[in-house]
């Protein structure tokens, strides 16, 4: 969205010159002797870096990915040495040393390949919180069956009550076709084999 508003108004100030003058206003521009728009925002947030490409998504910002290993922008801004090192670089590259080539390559991008795809050691406090979490649950659920639950029913830990339940389901022919009177026999009055 912001692209698009800065390609508008690229548009608009090549364009109409007096559309220019308007827009200018309406941003807080529009003295006598400044009649340009204000910087885009996308050139606010870069600062003085290059644009070099285009990125993962086609915005102007620095990620490192595997999935898009080459980002838009660089990751930091020619000043001072890289300014020189770039100047040497458009010339032949057998006269760089190692180190003028890895200054150059930090400059463009903030790790190389094999960094990104170190283990960082996040699983571990994954593993933690996780296992933080299953604790309170089971010290909860502790805690509920101590003070919240009551003592069972004795209607589930008295098998004489148990059967009599049993013998009341079949005689009431409780789910015939696939509940537990199913699997008896009425006919022989016993249990199917």
């Known amino acids: 969205m912001a692209g ?16 220019s003058q308007l827009s200018a206003r309406a941003y807080g521009g529009g003295d006598a002797h400044h009649s340009g728009l204000p910087l885009p925002q996308t050139k606010v947030d870069i600062g003085q870096r290059e644009v070099v490409g285009f990125g993962g998504n086609g915005e102007a910002t620095y990620i490192d990915s595997v999935m898009a290993p080459f980002p838009a922008i660089r990751f930091k801004e020619d000043a001072g040495e890289i300014m020189a090192l770039r100047e040497k670089e458009k010339g032949d590259w057998k006269k760089l040393t190692k180190e003028e080539k890895k200054v ?90």
């Open 104 to 193: 150059l390559y930090r400059a463009s991008f903030c790790q190389t390949l094999a960094e990104v795809e170190a283990p960082t050691g996040e699983w571990k406090s994954v593993l933690g919180l996780t296992l933080v979490g299953i604790s309170i649950g089971v010290w909860g659920y502790l805690w509920m069956k101590a003070f919240v639950y009551g003592k069972v029913p004795d209607t589930i830990t008295n098998e004489e009550k148990q059967k009599a339940q049993i013998d009341r389901m079949i005689a009431m022919r409780v789910n015939p076709i696939e509940g537990l009177t199913s699997n008896y026999d009425y006919e022989k009055g016993q249990w199917k084999k």
């Open 4 to 19: 698009l508003i800065c390609k508008n108004r690229v548009l608009l100030s090549r364009s109409a010159p007096l559309f």
